[in-house]
């Protein structure tokens, strides 16, 4: 009971995470399935998307870091 609280909010932030970055993966593949139809286009990034991505690839060095601890 003591920890139970921790663990819903830290299981609600891993389920949201991950359903993020399944948009974001459904996102790059519709961009990779247009392919050259906007390549002559300008393409804008804004910071916040930067760090966004930037905290995703974070996220993923980390998971893959625990992976390869809780391998041993």
Not at 33 to 55: C, L, N, P, Q
Request: proline share 1%; hydrophobic share 20%; glycine share 2%.
């Amino acid at each position: 009971p003591r920890y139970i609280q921790s663990l819903l909010k830290a299981s609600r932030t891993q389920e949201r995470e991950t359903k993020e970055r399944r948009v974001d993966r459904e996102v790059q593949k519709e961009r990779e399935a247009e392919g050259e139809e906007f390549k002559d286009k300008e393409a804008f990034v804004t910071s916040s998307y930067r760090k966004k991505i930037e905290e995703s690839q974070k996220m993923d060095e980390e998971e893959k870091h625990q992976d390869k601890i809780e391998g041993l």
